[in-house]
């Protein structure tokens, strides 16, 4: 998915639900900056602040992803994965995650099921972001760090992790070559 299509669709439910910027940044509790790069300058946010900001909207992360088709069961061929969204830590700086959502498709789910490729650029500056629910990870390929809170965890090919998204956390690149990650981020209502 292309940037410029995200803050469309936030752009789009900001005036169906009569939201302003002011009042998306005092739901959010992000800066005014922050949502102006992300709608205006098509920087795409990190999960964290894009779970804000759907929490605000009212909306399922997912209806940032995919369009409203539902499938039951969903079945996503590897070959059918497309990189879904990059994220950028600014304008103009490298992508240092891919997401390929494996979810699309299915408009009543609960939870984000994501392939994600790791990019070493992902260490170069660590951000921890927060957001309600749960988050599981199982590292397919290369190693991972993640920051959890005051500790920091070191994951292997095979490894997984499961926590509380509420508490700061950040998952980047360990080395030189690309980590991949299944991972599942659970969002309550």
Known sequence: MKSEKVGQRIKAFMAEKEIDMDELVRRTELSPEF??????QNVYPSLGPLLKIARALEVRLGTFL???????????????RKNELSMLRGRDKPVDLKFYSLGKGKSDR???PFYVEILPESAEEKHLSSHEGEEFIVVQQGEVEVIYGDETYRLGEGDSIYYNSIIPHCVSCLGETLAA????????R
């Open 35 to 40: 949502l102006h790069s992300v709608v205006e």
């Open 110 to 112: 609960h939870m984000e």
């Open 181 to 188: 990650i299944y991972a599942v981020v659970y969002i309550p």
């Open 66 to 80: 995919d369009d409203q088709m539902s499938k039951d069961p969903l079945v996503m061929r590897r070959a059918e």
